[in-house]
């Protein structure tokens, strides 16, 4: 939990911050400009989502198997995500017939 005042995130919001202990958390390399981060659900059910930057989403393992740096993480996008993907410049798909 962050210590002191936070100002605005860069997307003029200001988020609060809930004290939930000791975490182990993970980064993933996609975000808000990415997909639509509050659309996307993790097929691994002990994973939840804390929340992204532009760039970043943070994810709570503390409860999950033990992932490593370098492991994939699955989420299952609803419509606005799966949409904000797959415009993305940023997002490399692959189609599968």
């Known amino acids: 939990m962050p210590i002191g005042e936070s100002g605005a995130n860069a997307f003029g919001e200001h988020p609060k911050f809930e004290s939930n202990g000791d ?3 993970g980064i993933c390399k996609i975000g808000r400009q990415d997909t639509v981060a509050d659309g996307l659900t ?3 059910s002990d994973i939840k989502i804390i929340g992204a930057s532009s760039d ?3 994810v709570d393992l503390t409860n999950a198997k033990e992932y490593r740096v370098g492991d994939v993480l699955s989420f ?3 419509y606005g ?6 415009t993305s ?3 490399f ?3 599968i017939e």
């Open 23 to 25: 975490q182990i958390r």
């Open 42 to 44: 993790p097929r691994d």
């Open 56 to 58: 970043h989403l943070i």
């Open 76 to 78: 299952t996008p609803d």
């Open 81 to 86: 995500a799966l949409l904000r993907a797959y």
């Open 89 to 91: 410049a940023y997002v």
């Open 93 to 95: 798909r692959d189609y």
